[in-house]
């Protein structure tokens, strides 16, 4: 979330994070989740699509799914649509129609004025209840934040009451994030899948997995399924295995001792670059930079924070109260330090830092 003053900022309400997993399937939960901390018309915005990288990323996926699943002349219904640009491409690139839903959606609600041939619903899915029927339902970057998905993945596939249905899921990868300093372990996050506890759960909700694998440098893991549908995919030997449980359970293990270990290493880099006068700036404002904070710099020494999406241009931050502004900002701040913690969007900051005639060292938590 991001807030209009810095005193309703530092205010922001907090939440308790505690993980377990399943030695079974290595699925992650925070255990003390309490979904009355989650305000759904809180004062949010994650849009990615103002980065160059992500949109180039979504329109070739968005090539792929539509070689692979068969959406032509079918309905698609999109569950946590944002602000809609990934299903109106989908919709034109594919040449089928979508409805999507989202409680953040601020467009024009109903058919989309560019005729892609997708409609859109300011609200949540009604799950388990009138959603319209599809033929392919599409879920990014949704079913970590629900409470049971389980039960959410249970109800899309008794919603095809016999019909053959595919699906298309996008997650976080766990496997990348609890190998590492963990910055994507959020509040709002109930769930963290790697690829064998998602294929695990798909199954058990009655889903059968056709293809699965990590995207966008391995962050990112999708996966797709069906029901009542006819030849399983060729691709499905490719799923992971017990293997791939056994390494991510010994990412788990290694958790806590290295994400502390990273948040020390963090508040310690940020001193030095301070002490030496490095102005150092964070550059991203999503999840991932909104934890490095809390955890580095509670208290604001860092010469600015940036973010490519207007808008969160001037507005604060939770709990350390970090004011937010443009790229151009850093015209007048000249840092020599740039932390991002997304290496994905490395080469698009260094181009923007270039052209704003910034020399600075980049470097990624």
């Given at each position: 979330m991001h807030w209009a003053?810095?005193?309703?900022?530092?205010?922001s309400p907090v939440g308790r994070v505690v993980l377990a997993y399943c030695p079974s399937c290595a699925y992650v939960r925070n255990v003390v989740f309490d979904p009355a901390l989650i305000d759904p018309a809180g004062p949010t915005d994650m849009n990615l699509y103002h980065s160059a990288t992500f949109r180039a990323f979504c329109s070739e996926l968005i090539a792929e799914v539509s070689t692979r699943l068969p959406l032509t002349g079918r309905r698609v219904v999109e569950v946590g649509c944002a602000q809609g640009e990934f299903l109106r491409e989908?919709?034109?690139?594919?040449?089928?129609?979508?409805?999507g839903y989202d409680a953040s959606y601020t467009g024009p609600v109903g058919p989309d004025p560019a005729g892609s041939g997708a409609e859109f619903r300011s609200g949540p899915a009604p799950v388990g209840g009138a959603l319209p029927e599809y033929d392919v339902v599409v879920s990014r970057f949704v079913l970590e934040h629900v409470e049971d998905p389980f039960r959410f993945l249970v109800q899309l596939r008794e919603h095809a009451a016999g019909r053959e249905v595919y699906g298309h899921f996008e997650v976080p990868d766990a496997g990348y994030d609890l190998a590492t300093a963990g910055w994507e372990v959020i509040y709002p996050h109930v769930s963290y899948f790697d690829g064998y506890s998602l294929c695990r759960i798909a199954e058990r909700a009655g889903w059968r997995v056709e293809r699965t694998g990590p995207v966008f440098a391995g962050m990112i893991r999708y996966i797709e399924v069906s029901a009542n549908a006819g030849a399983?995919?060729?691709d499905r030997a490719a799923t992971p295995d017990v293997r791939a449980r056994d390494r991510q359970l010994t990412a788990i293990e290694g958790f806590t001792g290295r994400h502390f270990a990273e948040r020390d290493r963090w508040r310690e880099t940020i001193e030095r670059l301070v002490a030496a006068d490095a102005?150092?700036?964070?550059?991203g404002a999503g999840?991932?930079?909104v934890q490095l904070l809390n955890y580095a710099d509670p208290d604001r020494r860092l010469a600015a924070v940036v973010d490519v999406n207007p808008a969160k241009w001037g507005r604060y931050l939770p709990v350390t109260?970090?004011?937010v502004d443009g790229p151009r900002q850093l015209t007048e701040v000249a840092p020599r330090a740039v932390i991002i913690t997304n290496p994905v969007y490395r080469d698009e900051i260094a181009k923007?830092?270039?052209e704003l005639g910034i020399v600075a060292d980049i470097l990624e938590a």
């Amino acid at each position: 979330m991001h807030w209009a003053g810095q005193a309703e900022a530092t205010a922001s309400p907090v939440g308790r994070v505690v993980l377990a997993y399943c030695p079974s399937c290595a699925y992650v939960r925070n255990v003390v989740f309490d979904p009355a901390l989650i305000d759904p018309a809180g004062p949010t915005d994650m849009n990615l699509y103002h980065s160059a990288t992500f949109r180039a990323f979504c329109s070739e996926l968005i090539a792929e799914v539509s070689t692979r699943l068969p959406l032509t002349g079918r309905r698609v219904v999109e569950v946590g649509c944002a602000q809609g640009e990934f299903l109106r491409e989908l919709c034109q690139v594919a040449r089928c129609s979508g409805v999507g839903y989202d409680a953040s959606y601020t467009g024009p609600v109903g058919p989309d004025p560019a005729g892609s041939g997708a409609e859109f619903r300011s609200g949540p899915a009604p799950v388990g209840g009138a959603l319209p029927e599809y033929d392919v339902v599409v879920s990014r970057f949704v079913l970590e934040h629900v409470e049971d998905p389980f039960r959410f993945l249970v109800q899309l596939r008794e919603h095809a009451a016999g019909r053959e249905v595919y699906g298309h899921f996008e997650v976080p990868d766990a496997g990348y994030d609890l190998a590492t300093a963990g910055w994507e372990v959020i509040y709002p996050h109930v769930s963290y899948f790697d690829g064998y506890s998602l294929c695990r759960i798909a199954e058990r909700a009655g889903w059968r997995v056709e293809r699965t694998g990590p995207v966008f440098a391995g962050m990112i893991r999708y996966i797709e399924v069906s029901a009542n549908a006819g030849a399983a995919s060729d691709d499905r030997a490719a799923t992971p295995d017990v293997r791939a449980r056994d390494r991510q359970l010994t990412a788990i293990e290694g958790f806590t001792g290295r994400h502390f270990a990273e948040r020390d290493r963090w508040r310690e880099t940020i001193e030095r670059l301070v002490a030496a006068d490095a102005r150092p700036v964070l550059w991203g404002a999503g999840s991932r930079g909104v934890q490095l904070l809390n955890y580095a710099d509670p208290d604001r020494r860092l010469a600015a924070v940036v973010d490519v999406n207007p808008a969160k241009w001037g507005r604060y931050l939770p709990v350390t109260g970090h004011r937010v502004d443009g790229p151009r900002q850093l015209t007048e701040v000249a840092p020599r330090a740039v932390i991002i913690t997304n290496p994905v969007y490395r080469d698009e900051i260094a181009k923007s830092l270039a052209e704003l005639g910034i020399v600075a060292d980049i470097l990624e938590a």
